[in-house]
């Protein structure tokens, strides 16, 4: 089981957008893949039409394996199964600090899941918080989207710094440029500044107004328009991103 | 058409509603994703005496994999390739996994037949809820007969399968069921296999070589002897098609068990019948008897090729292959021979004057069938007597040298006492039987082994003396030769615990368990 946590402590960056597509580029027969949603605000969720069962909410989920695996459910695309998040997981954070292990919690409450799933993914809300770092620790690959600005790179830039001061493993963290607009200077200068950065993605994901039209479709873009130039670039970047996290 | 976990099967009581009304009824904002369909062909693989099914499995073969499935859940507990659809294969032919262990604890020696092949027809709908997200898949299932000359007709099914997560908003899911909604009834893997191999009936069904008559003990023996002739003729019958299909060699085995369990039991209540009868329907049996056995030899010692192989130094073993290819090329010319006579008009003559003969219902002339109109309890305690009689004297009566021909005369004895416990065994308390048949069996088992390696030696050794000089004539008498050692000091170590065994059995306990069986009955 690899997992990989979709991360920034931006909102609004297309970590969403690409936990709904690569889950679903990752999931096949031999490959199944999970996604869990970990924002209270239930994007992923929504994107897959998902709702947590009524008696679903933050207590289960801090509980781990058995209540966790039991409100797992199907999308309706094959191999690939979500699990939704609630309102009362803005609560967290705050009785995360009350359990023993804060850290490592997200480590051990998955270990139910081993057998099942060949890729998990988190979907994680945008802050740094207590449950950031127990998703840091488990997880094998942090993917960050970056917009290509001189204000994300240094965001960027500040999540790396924050590895290395908490002991924690920062080659784990991998970027990618989101929402890249080729006709804008500054993005293009970034974007080429950055290319043969040793923790930046080489694809990026194009501005792209069929990635917000998922709001209406809810479904993943590859599901629905797999020719668009967007779903394309998330092909690519899942290709990258595999090759990393099995290599 | 295992059950992915999970899944409803519904039956309809009464007339098949119109599947083009499925979703009709389901709750607002409720609606059906599109239809797709779907054909695959199912074949369905047990032995004769339906092994697997008495063990709780299904055996099917679906999209080139082979699958052993729980008859309760519905779940798939094995799986392997199966590229072809033969019409029968033995668990050993299966390559080494799971399935092949599942299916070898059923059954090593019979054969998995193809009992029957539908073609299975899916038409699947989504059912989506309110916010158009998919929570269950709705089939609809028909079989038809692959043979499509058959006229066979098999129940449908509709099935629900929610998703993941889904399971417990079930009651909406129902709703997409065509009208009416209450004349369905949840149906289970087991009972739509069942109801799949009634329909087929596929040939032998049912079939179980075990005696299990239910006699009554103030009916006359004529009337229940002719019983038992009906049953052990009907086992005949049911194995003349394995026989000729050669499927494996427990058709004619139980063929002749049921000849020596007719001839047996006509021998042994000889007053029962007019003698003449008697001895022309003997007579017969003996024959008919006589004709399998060359082909019961080949049947036998070709079973035996792994055991023999082993017994042998590695050195030794390939000269056993002359021995191997004599006895299948024995047995392709037996089995011919044999088939013929099954479709001989000489054989069916005599089954069908057997028969006859059976059916007589009319009780014969007291001067020439004394005992036609005893009452069947009071046979049985003399008889039982009688031949238990016979065991112990001539148990007794055996030297300290214990020859060949004692041991061989007094397993005849013992079997004849098994025969008649087995006819008998309805009127006796089940727990005495049991306890009887136990305490004979340690002595059975000792004269059984015995006498059988005393065949095989006889066998080996005609071998022997026939093996061609030329084409590695002397390594297989070697080969043979070692065979002849091994299996003589086995038999001599079977000889020497005979007494021991005897006089475990010539016990007061055996006298006390057969007075406690045969008291109450006369
Ligand atoms: N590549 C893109 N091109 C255009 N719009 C995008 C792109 N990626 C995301 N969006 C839109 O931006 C908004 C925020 O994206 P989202 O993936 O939800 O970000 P996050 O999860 O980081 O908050 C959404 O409305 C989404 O449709
Ligand atoms: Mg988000």
Redesign the pocket.
Known sequence: MKTIA?Y?I??????????VNLSFLAASPTTPALICDL?PQG?SSFYFRIKASRKYNSEKFLKGNSKILKNIKATDFENLDLLPSDLSYRNLDIELSESKKPKKLLSKNLEGLEEEYRYVFF?CP?NLTLLSESVFRASDLILV?VIPTTLSIRTFNQLVEFFTDNGLDSTKIVGFF??EEKRKTMHREIAEEFQNHPSMLRQT????????K??LTRAPLNATHPKSN?AQAYSKLWEEVSMRIDS | MSDTQGSLFFRINGEMPLVQSVGQNLPEGWSLGKNSSRRERLVFYDTFEEEAFRNGLAVMRRKGTLSIIDLESGAVEAETPLAQTPPNFFAADLPEGKARKRLLQCSTLRAFINRCAVDRFISSWRILNRDDKTVATLDYESLHPVDKTSETVFPQHFSITPLKGYHKELSPMLMALPEPVDAYRIVSFKERLMTIMETAEPFGRGYSPKLRLQLDAHASIHENVRRLLQFTTSIMEANEEGIRKDIDSEFLHDFRVAIRRNRSILRLLNGVFDPEKTAWALAGLRELGKRTNDLRDSDVYLLRREEYTSLLPPSLRPALDPFFSDLEADKRLHHRQFCRYLTDREYSGFMTSLKEFIAEGELPDPETAPLAAEPTGDVAAKTIRKALKKVLVHGRRTGSETSDAELHELRIDCKKLRYLLEFFASLFPPKATAQVLRQMKTLQDNLGTFVDLSVQMEFLQSRLEAIPADRGGISEAAAIGGLLTTLYREREKVREHFHEIFSGFDSNETGELFDELLTGLA
């Open positions: 979709l920034s931006k909102g609004g960056v297309g970590k969403t957008a690409a936990a924002d994007a979907d945008p989207p989101s929402m994901i194009p501005y792209s107004s069929d990635v917000e998922m709001g967007a």
